[in-house]
């Protein structure tokens, strides 16, 4: 099973984007959904979460109050709306399924640059 991400682009300091989380093969709600991003040269950073079972969510200190994670279980999609981006927010994002981390997608990329 792969996720596959998408919205991603260029986008001028400050601006917003929002990414996508689909897949065709299985029910997305039924999973919590992490979100990640990977700059060039950096570790894999967690970004944050969203619960299966009360859609409850978790982000890390450095995107929390600029990046709110959601679902829309009738488009079997879930999304992360990126606020206030920042230059340092400029890399490759992806989604990932379950506890453990079962499947990703291949990644959306994110420049942020004026």
């Known amino acids: 099973l792969q996720l596959v991400e998408s919205g991603g682009g260029l986008v001028q300091p400050g601006g917003s984007l929002r990414l996508s989380c689909g897949a065709s093969?299985?029910?997305?709600?039924?999973?919590?959904i992490s979100w990640f991003r990977q700059a060039p040269g950096k570790e894999r950073e967690g970004l944050g979460c969203?619960?299966?079972?009360?859609?409850?969510?978790y982000y890390t200190d450095s995107v929390k109050g600029r990046f709110t994670i959601s679902r829309d279980n009738a488009k079997n999609t879930l999304y992360l709306e990126m606020n206030s981006l920042k230059p340092e927010d400029t890399a490759l994002y992806y989604c990932?399924?379950?506890?453990?981390?079962?499947?990703w997608g291949q990644g959306t990329q994110v420049t942020v640059s004026s």
């Open positions: 093969a299985v029910t997305l709600r039924d999973y919590s």
């Open positions: 969203i619960s299966d079972s009360d859609g409850g969510t």
């Open positions: 990932a399924r379950g506890s453990k981390l079962t499947d």
